[in-house]
């Protein structure tokens, strides 16, 4: 079956880096669009970022530009996010999400999620 496990979650200060990964299974990673998405406590759950099957076409929420990097390694059914330049406002549960219905590029809905790994910023 379809799982994404993700890590690389933690307590960061703000101006500090973390490097979330995503390691997926069950299907044919190089086939499918990838994304993150985080929530905040109270908050919608947000799109962060995506990446095309390929891996060089990129997709990322405003605030995340110039911050994030999405990135993947087929080879090893990993999906990455670089995030450097950390907020506060960056605190929340980051979620990896596979698009497995070909929806379009960016994709518009995604099939599956992960478990999410935390990401806390100190001000």
């Known amino acids: 079956q379809v799982q994404l496990v993700e890590s690389g979650g933690g307590l960061v200060q703000a101006g500090g880096s973390l490097r979330l990964s995503c390691a997926a299974s069950?299907?044919?990673?190089?086939?499918?669009?990838m994304a993150w998405f985080r929530q905040a406590p109270g908050k919608e759950r947000e799109f962060v970022a995506a990446?095309?099957?390929?891996?060089?076409?990129?997709d990322y929420v405003d605030s995340a530009k110039g911050r994030f990097t999405i990135s993947r390694d087929n080879a090893k059914n990993l999906v990455f996010l670089q995030m450097n330049s950390l907020k506060y406002e960056d605190t929340a549960a980051y979620y990896c999400?596979?698009?497995?219905?070909?929806?379009?590029?960016?994709?518009?809905?995604?099939?599956?999620w992960g478990q999410g790994t935390q990401v806390t910023v100190s001000s």
């Open positions: 069950g299907f044919r990673f190089s086939d499918y669009a």
């Open positions: 990446i095309c099957w390929r891996g060089d076409c990129y």
């Open positions: 999400a596979a698009d497995l219905s070909y929806t379009g590029w960016p994709p518009s809905e995604y099939d599956y």
